[in-house]
């Protein structure tokens, strides 16, 4: 599979502490490629520094062969196909799902720019798509207040994916949820990885097992190995770091 997106000789520092040290990684069209490691290994802040969140010190990162990505504000990366999901769901609880889905798709995203303009059909076609893919169709009308935790994961995902972004970077999407919501993340992912690569940092190993292509193992800011995951857990460096203490 070709290359999405490349990350090249990445440093990013903090007062003088590289979060982020030398790291070299790339992410394949239609992967679900999982970053992994202890707490502190620089996952968060490799998210940040693809999105435009945080500036490198040095190194450069490639999106579809472009000239380098660091160099652009987050909203031009956005605009290029970056989508970024938080922990934290940010989505709006005083209006409706649909509503939600429409504000996300608005490129002026603001609720005045929602309410007073009209969407294309094309864009109507995408939300109803959406809203099916992530099994919330049924509950368009309905307001976030009333989804579970999952839901409003998914929910997010769903407003990510309006945008029609060519790859997307989730940070711990299934924190909090149960069994059976973290399998359906998984399913999730799985069917967007048909027309969207996705990035995610994750803890659980078990989902990480079951639904990863390929798996990064970052520790204390670089990559300490880049695989499958029958590669990567064999590894006994990761077992050591990462595998061995339950992904924390």
Known sequence: MESVLEVIDLTVSFDGFKAVNHVSTSVKKGDIH?????????????LDAICG???????SILFKGRSDMTRLAEHEIVQCGIGRKFQVPSVFNSITVYENMELAAE?????????????????????????????????RFEKP???????????EIGMLLVQRPEIILL????????????D????????????????????????????????TV???????????????QKDPRVIEVCLGRGGE
């Open 34 to 46: 999982f970053y992994i490691g202890p707490n502190g290994a620089g996952k968060t802040t490799l």
């Open 107 to 139: 490129k002026k995203r603001t609720i005045f720019s929602t309410l007073f303009s009209r969407l294309s059909p094309e864009q109507r076609e995408t939300i109803d798509y959406v809203l099916n893919i992530i099994g919330l169709y049924e509950k």
């Open 145 to 155: 207040a009333a989804l579970s935790h999952g839901e409003k994961q998914w929910l």
């Open 53 to 59: 969140r945080v500036r490198p010190a040095a190194g």
């Open 218 to 232: 970052l520790h204390e800011g670089a990559v300490l190995v880049e695989g499958d995951m029958e590669t990567v």
């Open 184 to 215: 359906k993340t998984g399913e999730l992912l799985t069917e967007i990885a048909k027309d969207c690569s996705v990035v995610v940092v994750e803890h659980d190993m078990e989902f990480v097992r079951d639904f990863a292509g390929t798996v």
């Open 171 to 182: 940070d711990e999407p299934v924190a909090g949820m149960g069994r059976k919501e973290t």
